[in-house]
């Protein structure tokens, strides 16, 4: 890779996570250095041939543990937090995660003379929602602001990329299951964002070129129903299977039962999530703050499933080239 080294650090805290990896790409373009935060270092090696010799380089870090996130932070020009979990799981609960730890972040970036932070959130972060996982987000937007009021916090819809958490879910389900749930009916609304568009808004908030201070709302080019969405699966997998409604209160159950298994399909707390809709609001696009705001034309879902589910088709990707 020729990219010229600007000389300024960034700390990503998630780095080596689904957006986190998109993230550090992104920075790696513009030439600046990389310091990627995250619990098991020598996981996060993939990492280094993303930028030049030298410019990526991973050191361990765990939030819930003040000392190393302030030694990851140590001598940054930015920092990024990019962690997330959509599963509480032993120490790591949401509230450790997204709310002590995102206060731990802007604390030890403050200490070490940093103005902001890019703190990464989800749309639907709400402090009165009955979603633990929302709940968390929105404790740490405010412990972020709270702490240091020129961050900036990135607020995507459902992200979806190679190694999404959505769109290969159910493709997977598809491929074993004759019938796929549609949970409320199917009818919750969301706007898919594209993890590279994610990423590249991120990057332009280290760049400078986004207000600080200021809340961002991310969703694709298209407003989806989680019919939609399992219908587009389908399409780009060339399966057909019943598409069963299960109402919230089935669900529910059924997800009290299910979360006790680890790595659990479906929780109590994601069925929460789904009585919501998660679009970018109203006065978001009003304002400006949105990918169209800062110039990213959104990646298109046709445009960019196909490109990595293909491998769900009966004879994977190379389907296409079957003879008849």
Known sequence: MSTALNGKLVTVFGGSGFVGRHVVQALARRGYRIRVAVRRPDL???LQPLGAPGQIMPVQANLRHRWSVDRAVAGSDAVINAVGILAPSGKNSFDAVQAFGARAVAEAARAAGVKSVVHISAIGANADSASSY?????????????TL?????????????????FFNRFASMARISPVLPLIGGGNTLFQPVYVCDVAEAVAKAVDGELTAGATYELGGAQTASFR????????VTRRKRILA???????????KILQIIPGAPLTSDQVALLKNDNVV?????????????????P?????????????????????????A
Not at 245 to 255: Q, S
Not at 282 to 294: F, V
């Open 228 to 235: 939609d969405c399992l219908d587009l699966v389908l399409e």
């Open 245 to 255: 409604p299960l109402p919230f209160e089935v669900a529910g159950v059924l997800a």
């Open 299 to 323: 990646a298109t879902l046709a445009a960019i499933l196909p490109t990595y589910l293909d491998r769900f088709r009966e004879h994977g990707q190379y389907d296409a080239h079957r003879l």
């Open 134 to 146: 929302a709940r968390s987000k929105a404790k740490g937007e405010a412990a972020v602001l709270e």
């Open 281 to 297: 609001s109203e006065a978001a696009k009003a304002e400006g703050r949105t990918l169209e705001g800062m110039g990213i034309k």
């Open 44 to 46: 996060a090696t993939h």
């Open 149 to 165: 009021p020129d961050s900036i916090i990135i607020r995507p819809s459902i992200v979806f990329g190679p190694e999404d958490d």
